[in-house]
């Protein structure tokens, strides 16, 4: 059983959610977990993939066309280790990065894809949510290479040290194969725009603290920010907040905007309509402030306060900094 | 060569309506459930209409693979702005890659400069398909999209993503695929008057086995449950209590 992880990294550092990704692999019985690291300049991240405990081997390949981790230029090496390596497994987060290749290596395998993989019950077994996770589905595949995406939430992070694994460079066969494909597909990465907020990103925050209509207006949502400033969470809104364009849209939290589960998740203003509480309802606590106390946010809330929000969110901000 | 851009859209349960799961736990009911236009296929038949609006594209095709009540959704998209439709019979649960290959075909058929895409159906929430059809096509891919630039001269577009924490611009040459994230833009409602010239339009309905398409699938559901209710509904009376709420499930 070969099961392999491709490594989320920004050429420096490991992402966290790789370490996800390889929990979720050592769940496969008998699993021999290996790691590819395909970037540009990225001998650290491949130094700390080899630390990871329970990965035996990490594949790396460095060459320009992999800076910016494009499907077009990632999967032909996915595709050919898989070949290479006779994987039986590949398995990358369930991240922008990840969901972008992997169901194009599926594709170029001729095999079926996970998305967003829950929960690893064996070598085909998996569960995985449909619906925003109003359902869940137990999915099993006869594929010859089960390729899927893994839901960081769901799993625990391996051990970032601890282990030494084999480092094996790829660059002799697999760099002609990236040259090729980024030729015949005419791809070229132009420019990024990272946002640099203070704040954590909305699905992998701690803490989210969300607005709806009854915010009243933009403005009123930096009360709001500084809820999460004093726990170092993040900011969202439902699609109520959005439509009424108090705040961008990709601060939705919902069915058709972000699923969220962090530990804390504060629903202030928000009534609960069903594709809301779609995004958020797997969050460990939920907090609710509405003034309407028959709303259905409170029926999902593990502690309901009926209030005037103008009011009880500064009195819960000040309370929380007295708190700490 | 005439700009053609081929969207595919999905019938899938209204956003809005309850999911229940059916006694059998192999699915959900679909039975009297409001039925609409999966909400990111919406986004991309938009999409389309603005780029042949804007004089960029000459004709739009809407596609949809699933059973003849998916002739609704090519019927709506059409009251949009598409041009055509293609039906493409096939049972509601068919997985992404059948889809991929239908699409491919139909790709090869149509000869499209662009596909434009809605990043997933909201039903199985699978967000394959684009990338699928670009990795089959070998056709560059630019998903989550949230700005689209056609330069026609160049035979280039310029497409603006999604990604984790912020965006990203890719330039790409054509033909390509895009699948669209939220923001991309706003769709339109359809006109009465458009609706019913809609009506008229005659939709072909093609099968996977005219085709030629082997949509046979390794995956299995084999169950469908609901997830674990949560236990909800307890209030407190003041902000100090959920202060101290919070210290109890040591958060802060």
């Known amino acids: 059983t070969q099961c392999l992880v491709v490594a989320e990294h920004d050429n420096k550092n490991l992402m966290a959610s790789t370490l996800n990704a390889v929990t979720a692999a050592s769940k496969i019985d008998g699993a021999n977990i290996s790691v590819l690291v395909a970037g540009s300049k990225c001998s650290s991240v491949v130094d700390s993939a080899s630390k990871i405990k329970g990965v035996s081997t990490v594949y790396h390949i460095d060459h320009p066309q992999l800076e910016h981790g494009l499907a077009e230029s990632i999967t032909p090496v996915v595709v050919g280790l898989s070949n290479k390596q006779s994987l039986t497994h590949i398995f990358s987060p369930a991240t922008n990065f990840g969901k972008n290749f992997i169901p194009r290596v599926a594709a170029n395998l001729d095999v079926s894809a996970l998305s967003e993989i829950t929960s690893i019950q064996n070598g085909n077994t998996f569960k995985r949510p449909i619906y925003a996770g109003n359902a869940i589905a137990t999915v099993t595949s006869d594929e010859k290479v089960k390729v899927g995406t893994i839901r960081t939430t769901a799993f625990e992070k391996a051990p970032a040290d601890g282990g030494s694994a084999q480092k094996v460079a790829i660059d002799d066969w697999a760099a002609k194969l990236v040259d090729e494909s980024v030729q015949q597909t005419g791809i070229k990465w132009v420019s990024q725009e990272v946002v640099k907020s203070e704040r954590p990103e909305l699905t992998s925050a701690r803490v989210v603290v969300s607005g709806g209509r009854g915010m009243k207006s933009g403005d009123n949502f930096k009360m709001l920010e500084e809820l999460a400033d004093t726990m170092g969470g993040a900011v969202g809104a439902s699609r109520a907040a959005v439509d009424s364009g108090f705040v961008s849209n990709d601060l939705q939290v919902g069915q058709t905007g972000k699923v969220v589960a962090p530990e804390l998740y504060i629903a202030v203003g928000i009534s609960g309509a069903i594709q809301h509480l779609a995004g958020m309802k797997d969050s460990k606590v939920i907090v609710a402030i509405n003034k309407d106390a028959e709303a259905p946010i409170f029926q999902v809330a593990d502690i309901g306060l009926v209030d005037d929000l103008f009011k009880a969110v500064p009195a819960l901000t000040e309370a929380i900094k007295k708190a700490k | ?252």
């Open chain 2, 1 to 252: 060569m005439s700009f053609k851009i081929l969207v595919p859209v999905k019938r899938v349960i209204d956003y809005a309506a309850k999911i229940r799961v059916r006694p059998d736990k192999l699915g959900v009911e679909t039975n009297n459930v409001k039925m609409s236009i999966n909400p990111f296929d919406e986004i991309a038949v938009e999409e389309a209409v603005r780029l042949k609006e804007n004089t960029i594209a000459d004709s739009v095709v809407a596609v949809s693979i699933g059973p003849k009540e998916s002739l609704e959704t090519i019927r709506g998209s059409l009251a949009m702005g598409a041009d055509a439709g293609i039906h493409v019979s096939a049972s509601a649960d068919m997985q992404p890659l059948g889809i991929a290959k239908i699409l491919k075909k139909l790709v090869e058929q149509e000869k499209p400069k662009l596909v434009i895409l809605g990043k997933q159906a909201i039903d199985d929430d699978s967000n394959q398909t684009a990338q699928m059809l670009a990795g089959l096509l070998n056709w560059p891919q630019a998903t989550f999209a949230s700005k689209v630039v056609v330069d026609k001269a160049s035979d280039k577009v310029t497409v603006t993503r999604e990604i984790d924490g912020g965006l990203e611009t890719l330039e790409m040459k054509l033909p390509a695929i895009i699948s669209c994230d939220l923001r991309l833009n706003e769709p339109r409602y359809a006109k009465l008057q458009n609706i019913m010239k809609a009506k008229k339009i005659v939709v072909p309905t093609k099968t996977p086995e005219e085709l030629g398409v082997d949509v046979s699938s390794k995956l299995k559901i084999v169950s469908v449950e609901e997830p674990a209710k949560r236990v909800g509904g307890s209030k407190v009376q003041s902000v100090d209590e959920v202060v101290a709420n919070l210290k109890k499930h040591a958060i802060i």
